[in-house]
């Protein structure tokens, strides 16, 4: 079985005209061929108190996409209480997590139908004025199950991006995403304390 691999969204094919005479028409790329959308975590372990935005790209097309990647963009996060504290972070294909098939020395890459791309930013509460959000944002209480941790109160961000994969396809734009999280002022192992899964009630 020959299987069939999309190269056009980063090449012109040129042909001799081995088979007609005249100029083909000019080619047109098809279009929303790659799904855009994000993912957002708060981890929380004993190595890490962050938080995790993924930006992942889907091949929505029914061929396999081929080609030199461009990978250029950026991921905004902002608070909903304080449109001033805001962190942005560029993308390229340093961010990436998860490619099956990247090579990063030419650049070269192949998604499949059906699968995707994963660039990673990480975000430490650090806003784009070099506020630490721990010491001057987060309104904490004292953790009544665990002496010595605190909670925050609930914090909403909404996050956005923009990312191009291929220079001959359109810049996705990912529907912007809303994340409800409690800050916690440490990790604290869960034989001393109870683990924190969410916002208390």
Sequence with gaps: MVRRTFVAVVSVLSFT???CKGELPPYQDPT????????INY????????LRIYFVVVNSFDETLQGSATIDGQAGIVSARDFSVRRTFLLSAANIVYARAYNSVTRELT?????????ESVWNFIDDNGMDLTMDFFRYRNDPTC??????LPEVFLV??????FDRLKTLNPRQKEIRICHVSAYVPANYCPPVFSCPE
């Design 160 to 165: 956005s991006g923009e990312l191009k994969v």
């Design 111 to 119: 998604i499949d139908p059906g699968d995707s791309v994963k660039l």
């Design 147 to 152: 002496s010595g941790r605190r909670i925050a």
């Design 32 to 39: 929303d061929i790659l799904d855009a959308h994000l993912d």
């Design 17 to 19: 005209g081995f088979f």
């Design 43 to 50: 981890v929380l372990s004993i190595t890490s108190n962050s």
